[in-house]
């Protein structure tokens, strides 16, 4: 309901990661930034609400292994992927520590679930400051009750860069 969700998405619907076919379960997400760090929300439609896998509560779990959200992020220059997962319980788990100050919540309903998350850049090493060059990003959702890995653009896997899609920060 966040007026920050209402204009366009940055993608209006994740596709298979294998191959990039449609989903069966439709995910929308919207992403924007301040200066100081980036905001994305997912917006998950899910017809089998009655079977989402969603039972870890603590940080750092293998949300992988449930109904999430991901996020990965390769900053213009940085040698690595950033991972940021949630799952519809608001659980947060990342690919470096656990511990970095970003956040995120989560909202479930009878017709699906949502996320937003803040990503301070300075949890992406260096000097915290967006670069005027394309950072990559992958968007991606694991969809259990029917089984389907959507993304945003397709691939192999999720973290693969060459399989990233290209944002530059404005």
């Given at each position: 309901?966040?007026?920050?969700?209402?204009?366009?998405?940055?993608?209006?619907?994740?596709?298979?990661?294998?191959?990039?076919?449609?989903?069966?379960?439709?995910?929308?997400?919207?992403?924007?930034?301040?200066?100081?760090?980036?905001?994305?929300?997912?917006?998950?439609r899910?017809?089998?609400?009655?079977?989402?896998?969603?039972?870890?509560?603590?940080?750092?779990?293998?949300?992988?292994?449930?109904?999430?959200?991901?996020?990965?992020?390769?900053?213009?220059?940085?040698?690595?992927?950033?991972?940021?997962?949630?799952?519809?319980?608001?659980?947060?788990?990342?690919?470096?520590?656990?511990?970095?100050?970003?956040?995120?919540?989560a909202?479930?309903?009878?017709?699906?679930?949502?996320?937003?998350?803040?990503?301070?850049?300075?949890?992406?090493?260096?000097?915290?400051k967006?670069?005027?060059?394309?950072?990559?990003?992958?968007?991606?959702?694991?969809?259990?009750?029917?089984?389907?890995?959507?993304?945003?653009?397709?691939?192999?896997?999720?973290?693969?860069?060459?399989?990233?899609?290209?944002?530059?920060?404005?």
């Amino acid at each position: 309901d966040d007026a920050a969700w209402q204009g366009e998405p940055l993608i209006p619907g994740l596709r298979r990661l294998s191959g990039g076919g449609e989903a069966s379960q439709k995910t929308t997400v919207w992403a924007g930034h301040d200066g100081v760090g980036l905001y994305i929300a997912f917006d998950c439609r899910e017809s089998q609400m009655d079977k989402l896998v969603a039972k870890y509560t603590d940080r750092g779990s293998p949300l992988y292994l449930e109904d999430d959200v991901e996020v990965f992020i390769s900053p213009a220059g940085a040698s690595r992927a950033y991972q940021f997962a949630v799952n519809p319980l608001g659980t947060q788990s990342d690919n470096f520590g656990n511990s970095a100050d970003w956040k995120a919540a989560a909202q479930r309903d009878d017709t699906g679930w949502s996320v937003e998350m803040y990503i301070p850049f300075g949890a992406l090493g260096d000097d915290g400051k967006p670069r005027d060059l394309p950072w990559g990003m992958q968007f991606g959702r694991q969809e259990k009750p029917s089984g389907e890995v959507t993304s945003w653009t397709p691939g192999s896997a999720f973290i693969v860069r060459e399989s990233m899609g290209e944002v530059k920060l404005e």
